[in-house]
């Protein structure tokens, strides 16, 4: 057991956790989320589509593996900086007296004149030194350390961190993303999230009230736009949804995902030798006589025609019977018992316009953000308060000439310590002889 935990706080396991988290996020992104299983069967092929849909990499921040890998990165860091504390307070708690003077790190030396009471004075009271309470056999041994507390400025950062996967784990647990696919001037509140099956029901409405499409000459996409209304209760408010423009409403954030055009259809419908026009969409099959329901399955366009197929049934017996409806071609015949229709298709009727929006909550947003606030106030701590001792021994070698030790050491920027210690033993040589 004490072996496991040594080697989930290794700095070695913080590395290649830190490398899959890293290579997790390049798939997340080079790899698009949340479509349908088919999407990465075709775009990627039969192994690698599996692959992708095996990982969950079709939405990777919520997949398991990706939680799982979060909650092992923050339990290293957790045993890490447990593992490290009883050092760090070591040091915290060093004593500056265990040093001898001849060997003080850094350590430079010089002789002054002077009163003693006046250069020890300087010391204490300008310089900030506190008198070591300690015998020696020959001089007074003087201390002084800066920022101290910033040796445990390095766990604010690791505390940071923490902070950070805990709000990433509540958003990857608790919160969703998915679609929305809202028809021109239809309203829902439905999000079908990318790996779940049960939608989630918002406790507001979502209106499109009108798409747009924003071409270049050549008719390639430019800009689509959806211009919405949320219904909350009585509360009404308009937005304008770009890609690169998301909206927040509440603690959801909508972004414009993809869009699509959907043809309404018109059909030349024979029954018993009466022809009449009808309409059909996707969203709406034929109803002919009160007897037959047409549903149109699929359409598309190949080689410059159209092709809709359709499913005929009969709801009174419940037979039913396929059909591919073609443009410019003779009229879909399906010979029913009771009857027979013939299906001729004439022109496109109408085009209307879904927006395809993503639905997007994280609970753990604030928790995050949160985090990166605590870690630029560790960094700071940590770069700009450096913990660093100066040492100072006092030796008297004859009437008012005095031998000076200096040293001390650093946690970083020993060179420029090194120089600040120099810079320090000239201030005290000129200050004395003005005293």
């Given at each position: 057991m004490?072996?496991?935990?040594?080697?989930?706080?290794?700095?070695?396991?913080?590395?290649?956790?830190?490398?899959?988290?890293?290579?997790?996020?390049?798939?997340?992104?080079?790899?698009?989320?949340?479509?349908?299983?088919?999407?990465?069967?075709?775009?990627?092929?039969?192994v690698?589509?599996?692959?992708?849909?095996?990982?969950?990499?079709?939405?990777?921040?919520?997949?398991?593996?990706?939680?799982?890998?979060?909650?092992?990165?923050?339990?290293?860091?957790?045993?890490?900086?447990?593992?490290?504390?009883p050092?760090?307070?070591?040091?915290?708690?060093?004593?500056?007296?265990?040093?001898?003077?001849?060997?003080?790190?850094?350590?430079?030396?010089?002789?002054?004149?002077?009163?003693?009471?006046?250069?020890?004075?300087?010391?204490?009271?300008?310089?900030?030194?506190?008198?070591?309470?300690?015998?020696?056999?020959?001089?007074?041994?003087?201390?002084?350390?800066?920022?101290?507390?910033?040796?445990?400025?390095?766990?604010?950062?690791?505390?940071?961190?923490?902070?950070?996967?805990?709000?990433?784990?509540?958003?990857?647990?608790?919160?969703?993303?998915?679609?929305?696919?809202?028809?021109?001037?239809?309203?829902?509140?439905?999000?079908?999230?990318?790996?779940?099956?049960?939608?989630?029901?918002?406790?507001?409405?979502?209106?499109l009230?009108?798409?747009?499409?924003?071409?270049?000459?050549?008719?390639?996409?430019?800009?689509?736009?959806?211009?919405?209304?949320?219904?909350?209760?009585?509360?009404?408010?308009?937005?304008?949804?770009?890609?690169?423009?998301?909206?927040?409403?509440?603690?959801?954030?909508?972004?414009?995902?993809?869009?699509?055009?959907?043809?309404?259809?018109?059909?030349?419908?024979?029954?018993?030798?009466?022809?009449?026009?009808?309409?059909?969409?996707?969203?709406?099959?034929?109803?002919?006589?009160?007897?037959?329901?047409?549903?149109?399955?699929?359409?598309?366009?190949?080689?410059?025609?159209?092709?809709?197929?359709?499913?005929?049934?009969?709801?009174?017996?419940?037979?039913?019977?396929?059909?591919?409806?073609?443009?410019?071609?003779?009229?879909?015949e399906?010979?029913?018992?009771?009857?027979?229709l013939?299906?001729?298709?004439?022109?496109?009727?109408?085009?209307?316009?879904?927006?395809g929006?993503?639905?997007?909550?994280?609970?753990?947003?604030?928790?995050?953000?949160?985090?990166?606030?605590?870690?630029?106030?560790?960094?700071?701590?940590?770069?700009?308060?450096?913990?660093?001792?100066?040492?100072?021994?006092?030796?008297?070698?004859?009437?008012?000439?005095?031998?000076?030790?200096?040293?001390?050491?650093?946690k970083?920027?020993?060179?420029?310590?090194?120089t600040?210690?120099?810079?320090?033993?000239?201030?005290?040589?000129?200050?004395?002889?003005?005293?």
């Amino acid at each position: 057991m004490k072996n496991f935990i040594k080697d989930l706080g290794s700095a070695k396991l913080a590395i290649v956790l830190f490398f899959v988290l890293a290579g997790i996020s390049i798939l997340g992104t080079l790899i698009p989320q949340g479509q349908a299983g088919s999407f990465y069967l075709a775009k990627y092929g039969q192994v690698l589509g599996k692959l992708i849909l095996f990982f969950q990499l079709n939405d990777a921040y919520h997949s398991w593996w990706y939680i799982t890998v979060l909650f092992l990165f923050m339990f290293n860091l957790i045993i890490c900086s447990l593992n490290r504390l009883p050092f760090t307070i070591k040091l915290y708690n060093r004593n500056p007296g265990e040093l001898h003077p001849e060997k003080f790190p850094n350590r430079f030396l010089t002789e002054v004149q002077g009163s003693g009471e006046i250069l020890k004075n300087l010391i204490v009271k300008k310089y900030g030194f506190k008198k070591l309470e300690k015998d020696f056999e020959k001089g007074e041994y003087f201390y002084k350390s800066v920022n101290k507390f910033s040796f445990f400025s390095v766990y604010v950062v690791h505390f940071s961190l923490v902070i950070v996967i805990i709000g990433a784990l509540i958003g990857a647990i608790w919160g969703y993303r998915g679609n929305m696919n809202i028809l021109e001037g239809e309203a829902t509140n439905v999000v079908q999230p990318f790996r779940k099956r049960d939608p989630v029901h918002l406790d507001f409405m979502v209106k499109l009230n009108k798409f747009i499409l924003e071409t270049y000459p050549n008719g390639m996409p430019k800009e689509y736009i959806s211009n919405i209304t949320i219904h909350d209760n009585n509360k009404t408010i308009d937005a304008i949804i770009k890609v690169n423009q998301p909206f927040k409403y509440k603690d959801v954030t909508f972004y414009q995902a993809s869009y699509n055009i959907i043809p309404e259809f018109t059909l030349k419908v024979t029954h018993n030798n009466t022809t009449e026009e009808m309409k059909i969409s996707p969203f709406q099959p034929l109803n002919i006589k009160d007897r037959y329901s047409v549903a149109l399955q699929e359409y598309g366009e190949a080689h410059g025609l159209i092709f809709l197929k359709v499913w005929v049934v009969d709801e009174e017996n419940g037979n039913s019977k396929e059909g591919l409806i073609i443009s410019g071609f003779p009229a879909l015949e399906i010979n029913f018992s009771e009857g027979n229709l013939a299906l001729e298709y004439k022109d496109i009727a109408n085009l209307y316009y879904m927006t395809g929006l993503q639905a997007k909550r994280d609970p753990g947003n604030i928790v995050v953000y949160i985090g990166f606030i605590v870690m630029m106030l560790g960094l700071f701590l940590v770069y700009y308060f450096d913990p660093k001792t100066y040492l100072l021994f006092l030796v008297r070698k004859g009437d008012n000439l005095w031998e000076i030790t200096i040293g001390g050491y650093a946690k970083r920027e020993r060179e420029s310590f090194r120089t600040k210690l120099e810079e320090l033993l000239e201030e005290i040589k000129k200050e004395l002889p003005k005293t």
